[in-house]
């Protein structure tokens, strides 16, 4: 597992502020299902659908099926190591071994936009 791309992965499924709202409501309690999800959002159920996958598509959420319910759940676990994986990058007093630079950074940014 490649942490930093990884992380990438996490920042950019957060940049946009209805997947932060939907973060957000994911939080607040276990599990919920895409429908009321949809009905709290005042948005398209495709709509909702599409944003959700880029947060399971980045570890943040998971959703499991019964029957023709879809239910979703914030990795809350996953979503923490990214904050603090950020934390990291601006604390004083962390050296960071693993951070690329130079040819492997390149590398780095160019494998991870496939």
């Not at 209805?18 to 429908?35: C, G, P």
């Not at 570890?59 to 914030?74: D, F, H, I, W």
Request: glycine share 6%; with cysteine.
């Amino acid at each position: 597992m490649d942490e930093w791309k990884d992380l990438k992965g996490a920042v950019k499924a957060l940049a946009g502020v209805t997947r932060l709202s939907m973060v957000y409501h994911l939080a607040k309690q276990k599990e919920i299902t895409v429908t009321d999800l949809t009905a709290i959002l005042g948005l398209s159920q495709p709509l909702v659908s599409w944003h959700l996958r880029k947060l399971r598509r980045a570890g943040l959420a998971e959703t499991r099926r019964v029957g023709r319910q879809v239910y979703c759940s914030l990795n809350k676990e996953y979503f923490l190591q990214c904050l603090h994986r950020l934390e990291r990058l601006v604390d004083p007093t962390e050296q960071i071994a693993t951070f690329p630079v130079g040819d492997a950074l390149i590398e780095a940014e160019m494998s991870s936009e496939n």
